[in-house]
């Protein structure tokens, strides 16, 4: 017998008898584990539903874990009073589950999990908007993930803050409008160092702290444009949960603006 707790990702019907969920341990590791229908099974379906938060008990079996009861600890349940709340979680949990092998084995300060259920107590309770959240989970995902781009100076002239900057997808760092974007990087995108600091507050901050900047809608459709393509490049996801998410959002696309705009 063995106890996990974590966060179900996923869920997909295995016959007619069961089916298996993705757990997100709190190793940060996933965890694929078979239920069973059966009334001790039905007893606990809601604790076996994608964006529940329990105490898993499992018995492993030819390297298969099968689920023998579980504990809820919270269940997010008005995530789906919203579809629109509903769709950027369903994003998350597909970012993170196919990005989190199985038997990965990340560094031990990774705190995906501890992400996952800051990101998922913010966007149900409406205390943060989505335009904030999307951004703020990918970049810290990224980060989280190994995957942290360079903010902490240009990468041509070494200039801290500059007024304006371009952020390169590709080679994940910036380059101040001075020095211009590579002619060769067509990733780079134009941004204010407005958009800059948040991304550095994303990367650096404390989890205690991490919930807390502002920035103008503007901005935050910039960021949002800047993260969304950072983790696209990078892990070579296309989401249907993602394309969802923006036929449904009430906000406009991003206009990117020229590479080569004169400052």
């Keep these: 017998m063995e106890i996990y707790q974590g966060l179900v990702l996923a869920q997909r019907t295995a016959g007619d008898r069961g089916k298996f969920i993705d757990i997100l341990t709190e190793k940060n590791t996933m965890a694929e584990v078979y239920v069973r229908t059966s009334r001790k099974a039905s007893a606990s379906a ?3 539903q994608p964006f529940s938060y329990a105490r ?5 079996r ?3 874990y099968t689920l023998d009861s579980a ?3 919270r269940l997010f349940y008005r995530l789906r009073e919203s579809l629109s709340r509903l769709s950027l979680a369903t994003y998350f949990c597909e970012l993170v589950r196919l990005s989190v092998r199985e038997q990965q084995h990340p560094r031990e300060s990774c705190e995906i999990l501890r992400l996952m259920l800051n990101t998922l107590h913010y966007l149900e309770n409406g205390e943060r908007e989505e335009c904030m959240l999307k951004p703020l989970f990918e970049l810290r995902f990224m980060t989280e993930l190994g995957m942290m781009p360079d903010l902490l ?3 041509s002239c070494g200039v801290f803050l500059p007024k304006r900057l371009y952020f390169s997808v590709e080679q994940g760092c910036f380059f101040c409008t ?3 974007a590579p002619q060769r990087d067509n990733s780079c995108i134009l941004i204010p160092a407005a958009v800059l600091q948040a991304m550095r507050h994303i990367v650096f901050a404390d989890f205690s702290r991490l919930f807390c900047f502002r920035l103008g809608k503007d901005n935050l459709r910039r960021l949002g444009h800047c993260t969304e393509r950072f983790v696209q490049y990078h892990c070579s996801l296309r989401l249907d949960a993602l394309q969802f998410y923006h036929q449904i959002s009430a906000a406009p696309p991003f206009l990117e603006e020229s590479q080569h705009e004169s400052t």
């Design 178 to 180: 001075n020095c211009g």
């Design 46 to 48: 809601a604790v076996t």
């Design 71 to 73: 504990e809820p600890i």
């Design 153 to 155: 100076m240009c990468r």
């Design 62 to 64: 030819n390297g298969q």
């Design 56 to 60: 898993f008990s499992l018995q492993q």
